[in-house]
């Protein structure tokens, strides 16, 4: 029906085809040229440019454009690449292991069935209506992009091996990810999830070594439960090199020995701002007054420096707590971590640490219980130095190393300005400035930021948990809300706005997905999870005067 002009053959890169009434060009690919003889109208030359071109039928037939695509796989919903669905179906041994074919001229081939013209790295044309311009090859965005796909090839092998009556039925299949960089294989369990995941990726290692990662996760948009209890499941095939994150480069270790000098001088410089109260006259004129000029005797400052270290290594040790309580949860599930990235706070001291999983994921409950452990132990170390420090507020035995603070920042929480309260007495809180004992400060920055840190948003540790515990939809539910406070100032009060920042620019992404995302982690941690909430809300949200006079009516 269609004629190719004539073109040098060892360097066409760019054919016209003549149809009956429209003419369409289409980029060939040069290496089905390559070696081709000169000249030659034969069948091998036709079925050369055949595989080449997007080719047209007349519009009295209706019009179709044929397009090649690298990456073969079913449904009209895609992640990120759009083509048509899959008519594929059946799994295993006597159906679901079929690659797709090369394009035909005027008939269309069953996508399924194999053609040994079809280069293991490529896979088929599918049928997509166009009338301007062409599409780009996912294969070749995928080649500019530096990203592994996976092999056609190979997904045949792993549905005719593994797939079938006694595991995973597959009734089609979707490029996954924003470049079609996996296969997502859609179908039906034929038994237990977790056993069918467990033979599924050991099969997967013996099959192919370490090549592939194969993840379980919850079939997008489905429309219903899984016969057998839970949701619907579906299977991603992904080259190792996509889904393991990258080594750490020496830069990054430079920006995170750079991160953490700085964390620790805005500890110490929270721990010199309790001493405000004790500076000399001219230090704290020229730190306080704009108009100053001559710098004071900065030796002066030496001594308070000295009697700031505690606090400071009270703040600083609560942010290395945090780190080592993920790092012990972590060892064990042979999870490894990234080097922490403290992020300097000049009011708290810091932020906390961005800490990357540089290992996947097994399953749901190990994102749970890493994410968690760091904000465990920070809490707790942080509880312990607030008991221990308003106790020694309290002892007569302490009051040289007692601090003035100001009352106003009690009732920054209604958890902790409560407690501190209920220690120190009413009248002690009604005055202007309330002296503590160094120990309440650390405390407080500490539970502070853990609290904030539990946020369900994100990647924070909280957010992580969330998504562990309750899924993706749970957690954009309850970052929405998360967000709406901090915007209202409704948590943290002044912080809110810095924390707000912080979150939106290094924490908002989710966490990418475990190896077995599907399986839940249980009740006892969903109802702990919940507790852990509650608590930091209880922190974070403000001591309202009205709550102050009706509690110190009741008490007192």
């Not at 990726?201 to 899984?226: C, I, T």
């Not at 920070?378 to 100001?406: I, K, R």
Request: proline share 6%; hydrophobic share 40%; net charge negative.
């Amino acid at each position: 029906m269609s004629r190719c002009e004539d073109h040098a053959p060892q360097r066409a890169y760019l054919c016209i085809m003549r149809l009956e009434e429209t003419d369409y060009a289409c980029a060939g690919h040069k290496s089905l040229h390559n070696g081709s003889g000169g000249g030659n109208g034969g069948e091998n030359s036709n079925d050369k440019h055949r595989d080449c071109f997007l080719s047209r039928k007349s519009s009295t037939n209706g019009a179709l454009c044929k397009l090649r695509f690298g990456l073969r796989s079913g449904g009209g919903r895609r992640h990120g690449i759009r083509v048509p669905k899959s008519t594929e179906d059946g799994g295993g041994e006597k159906g679901g292991g079929n690659s797709s074919s090369a394009t035909t001229e005027e008939s269309e081939k069953d996508p399924n069935s194999s053609d040994s013209s079809s280069s293991p790295s490529t896979s088929p044309a599918d049928d997509v209506p166009k009338k301007d311009g062409a599409q780009l090859d996912a294969f070749k965005l995928l080649e500019l992009s530096g990203l592994e796909k996976v092999d056609p090839e190979d997904v045949k092998l792993f549905k005719e091996k593994l797939c079938g009556y006694t595991t995973y039925w597959v009734t089609g299949q979707e490029p996954f990810g924003n470049l079609g960089q996996g296969v997502l294989l859609l179908g039906n369990l034929r038994g237990n999830r977790e056993e069918v995941f467990a033979k599924l990726s050991n099969g997967v290692r013996e099959l192919f070594d370490s090549k592939y990662d194969l993840f379980m996760v919850e079939e997008p948009n489905a429309e219903q439960q899984d016969p057998r209890g839970g949701p619907r499941v579906s299977f991603v095939l992904l080259r190792k090199e996509v889904s393991d994150p990258g080594a750490t480069s020496f830069w990054q270790y430079v920006v995170a020995v750079t991160l953490f000098a700085l964390t620790a001088g805005s500890c110490l410089e929270l721990g010199i701002s309790s001493q405000i109260s004790k500076l000399p006259p001219d230090v704290l004129q020229y730190f306080s007054n704009p108009d100053s000029i001559e710098p004071p005797d900065f030796q002066l400052l030496v001594p308070f420096v000295d009697s700031a270290l505690p606090l400071a290594y009270g703040v600083f040790g609560v942010q290395l707590f945090h780190e080592v309580g993920h790092w012990l949860a972590a060892a064990p599930r042979r999870v490894k971590l990234s080097i922490p990235y403290f992020v300097p706070n000049i009011t708290l001291g810091s932020f906390g640490a961005i800490t990357q999983f540089k290992s996947i994921l097994p399953d749901r409950m190990a994102k749970f219980d890493i994410s968690l452990a760091g904000p465990l132990a920070g809490g707790l170390l942080s509880l312990s130095m607030l008991s221990v420090g308003l106790w020694l507020s309290v002892g007569s035995e302490a009051t040289d190393e007692l601090v003035q603070v100001p009352s106003v920042l009690f009732r920054g929480s209604l958890l902790l300005g409560s407690a501190t309260r209920a220690v120190l007495g009413d009248n002690a809180m009604r005055a202007a400035v309330v002296p503590i004992h160094p120990l309440v400060i650390a405390g407080w920055c500490g539970l502070t930021t853990t609290t904030f840190n539990l946020l369900p948003v994100g990647s924070l540790d909280g957010g992580r948990a969330m998504q562990a515990a309750f899924g993706k939809m749970p957690l954009r539910i309850s970052g929405f809300f998360s967000y709406l406070l901090l915007g209202l100032g409704l948590l943290g009060g002044d912080l809110s706005l810095p924390w707000g920042l912080y979150i939106l620019i290094l924490q908002r992404d989710q966490e990418k997905p475990c190896l077995n995302d599907v399986t839940e982690v249980g009740t006892v941690r969903k109802v702990g999870l919940s507790l852990a909430l509650l608590l930091a809300l209880g922190v974070l949200l403000p001591l309202w005067d009205g709550i102050v006079e009706e509690a110190s009516t009741s008490l007192f």
